[in-house]
Every structure is written in C-alpha cells, then in structure tokens.
Nanobody
Framework: QVQLVESGGGLVQAGGSLRLSCAAS????????MGWFRQAPGKEREFVAV????????YYADSVKGRFTTSRDNAKNAVYLQMNSLKPEDTAVYYC?????????????????WGQGTQVTVSS
C-alpha cells in the first residue's frame, strides 16, 4: 500500500516562501512520476506542478510558473515544492500524488495515489 505524507504547509504573508515535502512509501518511488495539485475552498482541484521519474522533466501551471519549483530526491523517496513570491490566491490545500507511470502528466485523473494534503494560507 502506497502512503504519501505531505508536510511544510502553514501561514505566510504575501511575498513569502514555503517548501512543501512529500514522503512516499510502499512502492519503488523512483519508477513513478509525481504531481502537486491544490484545491481552494469552493473550487475544483487544479494542477500545480508535475515531475517525471528522473526529475529531468517538470511542468507547471501558468499561475505558478517562475515562482514554484518542484524537485525530487529518489534516494530519500521524497518530492518537494518550493513556493516563492506567494500570493493570497495561492491559498489552498496542497496535495502530492503518485502516477503509476514514469512520465509526468498534468491531469489529476492520471494519478493513482494521493496524500492527505497540507494547508497553505497566504495572508495579504
């Protein structure tokens, strides 16, 4: 059984930074693409960033491009989301997810396993 556990969320002022971590267990982590998605109150879950199995290929939503960076450490079974220049509209629950495929995909339905989420709140 795969477990994904996010950490690093919190309350930050606009313009600040946070680094989210996602620890994975239960499968050979370095075979699979990982994704970050978020859901704000009253809104649908949306794609934020995805990374392929090796970390070479990454894709970002236009709304976060240039501010967020995703990376992974396959030796530690972990994936990260560095979030800089945070805005109030970034406020959401952030989820990491594992796709049972090596290449990244921006569609949430492509991801089989999900973490419980971590709250990010950006105050203005």
């Amino acid at each position: 059984q795969v477990q994904l556990v996010e950490s690093g969320g919190g309350l930050v002022q606009a313009g600040g930074s946070l680094r989210l971590s996602c620890a994975a267990s239960g499968r050979t982590f370095n075979n699979y693409a990982m994704g970050w998605f978020r859901q704000a109150p009253g809104k649908e879950r949306e794609f934020v960033a995805v990374i392929n199995w090796s970390g070479v290929n990454t894709y970002y939503a236009d709304s976060v491009k240039g501010r967020f960076t995703t990376s992974r450490d396959n030796a530690k079974n972990a994936v990260y989301l560095q979030m800089n220049s945070l805005k109030p509209e970034d406020t959401a629950v952030y989820y990491c997810a594992m796709r049972l495929g090596s290449e990244a995909n921006i569609l949430a339905d492509e991801y089989r396993y999900w973490g419980q989420g971590t709250q990010v709140t950006v105050s203005s």
